[in-house]
Structure formats: structure tokens, C-alpha cells
């Protein structure tokens, strides 16, 4: 069965951080770029965060969004089939449901979200005190 699935969400105070995990299930993440994207309520859903297929030696992790640009970093484990979202001083704009998206093209450059091949169910993140 092919499936992404996101874990590590949570309710957090603002200036507390979290770490997201997607991890895929009944396919390599290897060859293939991965996004991340939340969907605020009311909102529609962005892309904050994309990283590239591992076999890429130039620049490989991309932000999309410059409030989180300083705040969040994204990294991959391909030993455990894995792409992660560290984030870290978090506000309570941040408050939305996370996603990652799974692309076949190696490279970033994807945004819009019928360009993924594989979605998420999504986590819930909450900054609230």
C-alpha cells in the first residue's frame, strides 16, 4: 500500500518547537522531492518548504515562505524513508494542518499541489498558550 504519513504534531506554547515526520510506506523516497504545506484555518493551503531528491549535490532544501524561513529547517533520512520539518519559535500564526507531498521529479520546483504524486493525511499543529 502506498502511503505518506505525517506524525508530531501537537498543541505547543508560542516559542516551543516541534518536529514533524512523513514517512512513506510502500514506496522510496529516494529519487523523488518532497514539500511541505499547511493549511491555516480559512486559508488556503501553501507550500512552506520543499527539499530534493537526495542524489542532488547543489542546494537541496527550499522555503517558501520567509516567516518561516529562519524558524524552520527540513531534512531528510533515507534510511528510514523519511523527510522532517523542525520546527522551532513557533507562533501562533503558525497554527495550521501540515502536510507533505511526495513529487517523482527529483528537483524542487513544484508548488501548486496538483504537481504532487503522493499526499498525506495531514497533522494538526497548534500554538496557542
Known amino acids: 500500500q502506498v502511503q505518506l504519513v505525517e506524525s508530531g504534531g501537537g498543541l505547543v506554547q508560542p516559542g516551543g518547537s516541534l518536529r514533524l515526520s512523513c514517512t512513506a510506506s510502500?514506496?522510496?523516497?529516494?529519487?523523488?522531492?518532497i514539500g511541505w504545506f499547511r493549511q491555516a484555518p480559512g486559508k488556503e493551503r501553501e507550500q512552506i518548504s520543499c527539499?530534493?531528491?537526495?542524489?542532488?549535490?547543489?542546494?537541496?532544501?527550499?522555503f517558501n515562505t520567509d516567516s518561516v524561513k529562519y524558524r524552520f529547517t527540513i531534512a531528510r533520512d533515507n534510511a528510514k524513508n523519511s523527510v522532517y520539518l523542525q520546527m522551532n519559535s513557533l507562533e501562533p500564526e503558525d497554527t495550521a494542518v501540515y502536510y507533505c507531498?511526495?513529487?517523482?521529479?527529483?528537483?524542487?520546483?513544484?508548488?501548486?499541489?496538483?504537481?504532487?504524486?503522493?499526499w498525506g493525511q495531514g497533522t494538526q499543529v497548534t500554538v496557542s498558550s
Open positions: 507531498a511526495a513529487d517523482a521529479v527529483p528537483d524542487c520546483g513544484a508548488t501548486r499541489i496538483d504537481e504532487y504524486d503522493h
Open positions: 527539499i530534493s531528491s537526495s542524489d542532488r549535490s547543489s542546494d537541496r532544501s527550499t
Open positions: 510502500g514506496f522510496s523516497l529516494d529519487y523523488m522531492s
